[in-house]
C-alpha cells in the first residue's frame, strides 16, 4: 500500500498541507446496479463513435463545406457520447443579454487562454470558436501551430519542457495577423490537470502583440471523471466517456486582457530578429542559451490570466509546472506496475 500512494506523497511533498492535487485521476462511481445499462450504452455507442470520429478526420474536414459544416460534425462527435453544453457565463454579462454583448466573446483576431483537463476541450473549442491550435511549452515564448487531432492527443501525451527537434515555432503575434479571421487557442498551463488546481503558466502568451485580446476560458465536466491528468489514460477515458448517461460541460469566459491594461513600466526592447513558421527553437535562445526574462508588466499579464483562470474555475493557483507532472506521472505509472 506504501507504493500505492507514493505519487500522492511525491506530489503533495511540495505543497504541504494543501490539500490540493491536480496530477490525481478523478475516481469514477461504481457501477452497482447500473452495470447492464453501462456495459450496453458503450457497446452501443462505440461502434457509432468510431464512425462519426473518423469520419469527421480523415474525411469531412478535408472537404470544403465551411465552418459551419465542420462545425456540424463536431457537435456529431459531442453528442455520440451525450455531451450536453449546459451553462455558459461571461463577465460582466447579465443572463438573457449575451446576445447584445457579442464583443465580449472570443472573437477572430483574439486569443483564447484554455484551460486544459481533457481531450473535450479541444473539441468543444473547435465546434463553437473554429479555432487556430497552438502548443505552448515553459521555455519559450513562441508557440507550436497544431491541428485539431494534435490537440486532442495531447490531451493523453507526456508532457514535454521543450519542442520537439525541428519543431516550426512561431509567435502569436505572427499567427494573428496570419490568421485574421480566426481565434487562436493557447492551453498555458502546457498540461492536462484533473481541473483542481491553475499551472504556472507559459510565457507563450506574452509573444502575443499589446493590442490583442486575451480571453481566459475555462471548462469544467459534470461529472468531473472524463479529464485525463495520468498520460495514456485511452482506454479509461473512451470507457467513462460512452458508459455515462450524459455529460455536461459549463463554460466561465472572463473579460478581455491585453498586454496595454498591464503595462506598469515601459515595456522592453524587443528583438528585431523576424519570426516565421519555420523559425526552429534553438533560435529563439539568447546566446546563454536562456530567454529573456519577463518584465514587471509582463509578469503582471501571467498572474492577471493565472487569476482569471483559478477565479473561473474555483479553484487556486498552484507552484507546479510541467517538470512537476512528469515527476508524477513516472511515479504513478512506478507504483501502478509495482502494486
Known sequence: MRLLFQPHQTYTDKLPGSGIAPFLPIPGDPLGLQAPLRVFLFCFRLPLFIFVTLSYFLILQWLPIGSLGKKAALWCILG?????????QVDGVRKGSLKQQQARLPQPGSVIASSFTSPIDAVYLAAIFDPIFTASYPNTRQVERISLLQA???AFAVPSTE???GARMVDVSTLVEKHPNRPIVLFPECTTTNGRGILTLSNSLLSASPKTKIFPVNLRYTPMDIVTP????????LWTLLSKPTHCIRVRIAESITADQN?????PARSTRKTTYNTNYLDILDQDGKEEEASISEKALLDNVADSLARLGRVKRVGLGVKDKKEFARAWSHSRSSW
Open 80 to 88: 455520440v457520447p451525450s455531451i450536453w453544453w449546459v451553462d455558459l
Open 152 to 154: 486532442i492527443l495531447r
Open 163 to 165: 519542442p520537439a527537434p
Open 230 to 237: 495520468i498520460p495514456g489514460s485511452y482506454i479509461s477515458m
Open 263 to 267: 503595462a506598469k513600466d515601459a515595456p
